[in-house]
């Protein structure tokens, strides 16, 4: 008499603590929609309403796309997964991502710095103070950027 073993993938349980490899192993044997694996601890969705998640969703999702049409060096991306590390693969139901820093960084700092002298010579003390930020800012993410792409 022969026995044969079969192996069965244990399922996908709420508050399951897997590692990522275990987590996706799961995921990929049960017919759960959405299942996102946060610090090693997984979380299953419940169904989701219309007026609860739906119609937030669609306007969330309409406000990025927008900002995405117009904005280069940015991917839009809806309920995907996104492995962020050895615990965490959350399916988050927006993400906008950077996918270009140079594109981003486009404004001339000379223009910028020229700005910023006319509103500081005009008296516009708050202006002048958050262009002096904003300059900064600018400038340690254009210097970044450089960095990171050449």
């Known amino acids: 008499m022969v026995l044969k073993q079969t192996l069965t993938v244990p399922p996908l349980e709420g508050g399951d603590r897997l590692s990522r490899d275990e987590f996706e192993r799961r995921y990929e044997a049960c ?18 309403r219309s007026k609860s998640h739906g119609q937030p969703h669609a306007a969330i999702m309409t406000w990025l796309g927008n900002y995405w049409s117009t904005t280069p060096g940015v991917d839009l991306n809806d ?18 991502r950077i996918t270009s820093w140079s594109s981003l960084f486009s404004v001339d700092v000379k223009t ?11 008296g516009l003390e708050d202006d002048c103070r958050w262009l002096r930020r904003w300059e900064y800012q600018d400038i340690a993410c254009r210097r970044l950027a450089r960095a990171r792409f050449k």
């Open 112 to 122: 910028s710095r020229s700005g910023l002298s006319k509103a500081c010579n005009s």
């Open 79 to 96: 309920n995907t997964t996104v492995r962020l590390d050895a615990d965490n693969e959350p399916q988050p139901d927006a993400l906008l």
């Open 31 to 48: 017919h759960i929609k959405k299942a996102e694996l946060i610090e090693g601890v997984v979380y299953v969705a419940a169904a989701v």
